[in-house]
């Protein structure tokens, strides 16, 4: 019987940290899911840089704040592949807010926020868990942030839904195991349009200098780093879950 492959489901794949998941996952011989909720075209590219590594890649449009799409995404997955072994709750949104201006947030900006960040990653986790949970060694890997340490970043919603999806790694960690592993990375500033877009080309400039400049290893992080940080949790660190793994090139061995 020829050996079926591993299914690593990302979400928010088409873009940054998602897609070079997806890549490495692909780049190892695992069947992919790429997930996207606005532009196809750019799901679509990812998905056919997969195909041409040799495995099989399904494009889904989903909002992952709507529980019928996550639950849909997983009807999708099961249909398509018959397995998954490895979520990686990646889509995350945000507000590019000062951290003084408490009235440049809302109650609708946290609940928008906490939908995607938060609620969102908890549903793929129920949607996908009784097909996770039929694979030995199956993982969740939640993408969290730096902000959530070290209350820097876009807002502080922002860094409030993170807090919030390292509290929910944790939680899940004792529930779903043995059966499956939940962890989560927290990265520093990563090279993606994430900043490039919410800061404008000037202050994105500014921002990674500042970066480098106070950064022990003299670094940012790029995609792939986290990509390599989701194949080491997902598949390779079997003893270790609830586990939030901060990966930030130094920034919080200096005062920030
Ligand atoms: N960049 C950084 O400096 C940084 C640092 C720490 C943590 N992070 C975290 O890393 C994650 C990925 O960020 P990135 O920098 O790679 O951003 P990105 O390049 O802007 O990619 C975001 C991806 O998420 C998708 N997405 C957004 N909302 C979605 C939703 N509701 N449902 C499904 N997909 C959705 C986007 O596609 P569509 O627009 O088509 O939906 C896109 O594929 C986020 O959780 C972010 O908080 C980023």
Sequence with gaps: MVEQRKVCVVTGSSSGIGAATVRLFATNGWNVVVNYSREAAPA???ASEC???GVD???VRADIAADADCRRLAALVEARFGRADVLVNNAGTTKFVAAQDLDGLDAE???RIYAVNVIGAF???RALAPLLGREPGAAIVNVSSIASLMGTGSSLAYMASKGALNALTIGLARSLGPAIRVN???P????TPWLQKGL??????ATVQGYRARAALDAVIAPEDVAEAAWFLGVKATKTTGEVLLLDAGLRLTRG
């Design 188 to 191: 520093g500033l990563v090279e």
């Design 123 to 125: 549903q793929m986790v």
């Design 57 to 59: 890649a399904l494009v």
């Design 200 to 205: 404008g080309a000037e202050r994105y400039a």
């Design 109 to 111: 900006d946290f609940q």
């Design 184 to 186: 989560a990375i927290a």
């Design 44 to 46: 679509e590219a990812v």
């Design 51 to 53: 195909r041409a590594l």
